[in-house]
Structure formats: structure tokens, C-alpha cells
């Protein structure tokens, strides 16, 4: 029997990462990488939850006087205006390169950061794709959750607080010249912490899996990153036991390539609705995104149901040759990991008290012009997006 000719792959533009350095201790060598060590006016970003836990000292001591300054003022839902403030002060310090240990936030204040400084302007005037193009300070991301993936993608999302939305940015120029992985530093993660961002890093690897803009490398690295969360237990492992390095370390890697597939392959409706939900409530990213993501896999299912199957046939779900059995599986094993394993709230009145059900055709209409939505598999018009939040209500 002659093989079947593959596939025709559709034209794609793949931004890779910049390098990753991953191991237990990793971070404590940070003055001595070859991107920083000829830095004398280092500018560090982070949040008083990382420097309360005294994850700083061991990082920073080795550089001596090369620290301009500690700023760790990065609240959840990175800010505007923190952003343009912290630039200006970078700017003043003559600051020659940017440190960010955090989550996502602190990551995409720092990308926040470097991108005003190079415009020479507010950061809510750079809003949206490939608006930077500039030559920016070396940024050098140490995350302390898995979830985002930040130091890997092209992508930041800041709060503008003021307009009461949140403003996207996507940029080659956002891309973080190193990623410091060491998953001693998630070992404290709260357990609700670590929870929200693994659907956080899942909620990525299938949107990208699913969308539009698909392509061979995003799949192969989200593929990764299910096999990894889905199959392997990394947060299952992480939230038994809280101590363990390896299984923090499965889960950092699985939000790092799934940050790297959604850089090359976008996004979906999840994120659109994550996003204006997010806004207007203040829930967090992973929260947001878990409340909907299976009534979005599902609203996909007809349109994806190829790569979805294809996801599943690797991860060992389903049986046989029934693509749509592949995909139901897959849904259910997805559903499992969001109510089950991570334990996240599954109702959105209970997630997000302060919401009441007449403000849902508003989250829709806000939603339909998210820039993550053109990439989802289906053209999900308003009308389905609202059937989501109401299923979800």
C-alpha cells in the first residue's frame, strides 16, 4: 500500500525564543550570564510577594553595586501607569539592561518597561501588533510561576486602569533575551497560585493546538505542554506535594513551551473572554481562563476537531479511529484538570460575586473585539460568545 501524501502545511512565521537556562539553583548564577555580565546599571522588576519571600537576596548579592535599583511595585494585572512611572525612572538611572522575578505580571511590566523606553513614550500609545520595532534594553526574565510563559513570547498584557481595559501588545521586540528557569524559586507558591497558572499554561498550549493560525512547531511544543500537565500530573504532583522540585520544574517547562506556542500560533476565545472578564472583576488570568475554556473547546469542536484529534491520539485519549470519541475524551480530560485537579471555582457568579447577569451581553460585545478572538478556529459572532458567559453563569 502506497503512504498517504501528508498534508499540505499552510504558510507560517515562527519568532523563536530567546535562549532558556533551566535547573534547581540556576537563578543564583544570574550575575555571571554572559547577557548581564557586562551590565553596570541593572534595573530589577518584581512584586512584594517574590521579595517577601526572600527570593531576591540569593539572585542579587552576586552583582554587587550593579543594581540601579529594586522596584517591587508590580501589582496583579500589570499597570499602565506603573509602567510609564518605572520607565521614567529606569530612563533617569541610566539603566542598561532590565531584570524581571515574577509572575506574569512583573514579566509584562518589565516588557512594559523597556518598550516605553525605547519610543520614548507612553506605553498606551504602543498598544497592539508590531508597534515597537525597536532595539530594546536586554530583558532578562526569571518567572517564579508556570503559567504565562511571558519570558518566552513575543506578547504582553497590561491593565490601563484609567480606561478600565486591558491594552495587548505583541512585538518581536517584546521577546525576552534570556529565560531563567529554576524551580526552586516556585517551591512557596501558594497553592491556589499554582493551581490558576497551570490552567493558565494549558489554556495556551490548546489554543494554540486549535487556532487559525496553527502550525508544526507551535503544535509540537503545546503538544508537549498537555503531555506534560495532562498526562504526566505536573500540577497534580506540584499540589500533593508542595516540596517537590521535579514536579515544579515539569510545570515551569509546560507553561515555557506553551508561552512558545502561542507566540508562533496566537490565540482564542478563552483569552477573549478571560480578558474583559478579567477587567471587570479582577479575577485572576487563570481563573478567568478556566471558567471558560471547555464551553470554548466545545464550541470549537466541529471546526478543530482535526487538531484536537490529533492532540488526543497523542496524549493516549479515545479509542480507535473516531476522531469525534478523541475529541470528547479530550474535552473530558480537560474539564477533569480544570474542576478537578486544579480545583478552580466552575461557576462565574460564584468566581466573581461583584458580576451580576446583566452585565454579561457587555462582557460579549467587549469580547468580540478582543484581538485574541480573529485566530479562534470558529467565528464565534456575539451571540455564541454570550451563550458561553450565560452557560458559564
Known amino acids: 500500500m502506497s503512504p498517504t501524501a501528508p498534508a499540505a502545511i499552510r504558510p507560517f512565521q515562527h519568532t523563536p525564543a530567546g535562549p532558556s537556562h533551566f535547573g534547581p539553583g540556576v537563578a543564583a548564577t544570574l550575575a555571571d550570564k554572559t547577557l548581564l555580565k557586562r551590565s553596570q546599571r541593572v534595573v530589577v522588576v518584581t512584586d512584594r510577594g517574590v521579595a517577601g519571600a526572600g527570593l531576591l537576596a540569593p539572585l542579587l548579592d552576586p552583582f554587587g553595586g550593579r543594581v540601579a535599583f529594586v522596584d517591587d511595585g508590580v501589582v496583579p494585572d500589570a499597570d499602565c501607569a506603573h509602567v510609564d512611572a518605572l520607565a521614567s525612572r529606569a530612563h533617569a538611572a541610566g539603566a542598561d539592561a532590565v531584570l524581571a522575578v515574577g509572575g506574569g505580571s512583573v514579566m509584562d511590566t518589565a516588557k512594559g518597561v523597556v518598550a516605553a523606553m525605547a519610543k520614548g513614550c507612553s506605553i ?5 501588533v508590531a508597534t515597537i520595532r525597536a532595539r530594546t534594553l536586554p530583558l532578562v526574565c526569571v518567572p517564579t510561576t508556570a503559567g504565562t510563559g511571558s519570558e518566552a513570547t513575543q506578547f504582553a498584557v497590561l491593565k490601563d486602569r484609567q480606561a478600565g481595559r486591558k491594552r495587548i501588545y505583541v512585538d518581536a521586540s517584546l521577546v525576552p533575551v534570556l529565560a531563567v528557569l529554576d524551580p526552586t524559586l516556585a517551591v512557596g507558591l501558594p497553592r491556589a497560585v499554582t493551581a490558576a497558572t497551570a490552567v493558565d499554561a494549558l489554556t495556551h498550549a490548546l489554543e494554540a493546538i486549535g487556532s ?8 509540537a511544543l503545546a503538544t508537549e505542554a498537555c ?26 517547562i509546560a507553561a515555557h513551551l506553551a508561552g512558545q506556542a502561542v507566540s508562533t500560533a496566537m490565540l482564542g476565545a478563552c483569552h477573549a473572554l478571560a480578558h474583559v472578564t478579567g477587567a471587570r472583576t479582577g479575577l485572576p488570568h487563570g481563573v478567568a481562563n478556566g471558567l471558560f475554556l471547555v464551553d470554548v473547546l466545545r464550541a470549537n469542536a466541529n471546526k478543530a476537531q482535526k487538531p484536537y484529534a490529533q492532540l488526543a491520539r497523542a496524549l493516549g485519549l ?14 473530558d480530560a480537560v474539564d477533569a484538570f480544570v474542576g478537578d485537579t486544579a480545583g478552580l471555582p466552575r461557576r462565574l457568579h460564584e468566581a466573581a460575586p461583584s458580576l451580576t447577569a446583566a452585565e454579561l451581553p457587555a462582557l460579549a460585545q467587549a469580547a468580540l473585539a478582543d484581538p485574541d478572538l480573529p485566530t479562534n478556529p470558529a467565528a464565534l459572532d456575539e451571540a455564541a460568545l454570550l451563550s458561553i458567559l450565560q452557560q458559564r453563569w
Open 124 to 128: 498606551t500609545a504602543l498598544e497592539g
Open 227 to 252: 503531555r506534560m500537565l495532562l498526562v504526566d500530573g505536573a500540577l497534580a504532583a506540584s499540589l500533593a506535594r508542595p516540596g517537590d522540585v521535579d514536579a515544579r520544574g515539569a510545570c515551569l
Open 212 to 219: 487559525r493560525m496553527r502550525n508544526p512547531v507551535g503544535t
Open 318 to 331: 479515545g479509542a480507535g479511529d473516531d476522531d469525534e470519541g478523541r475529541v470528547a475524551a479530550l474535552i
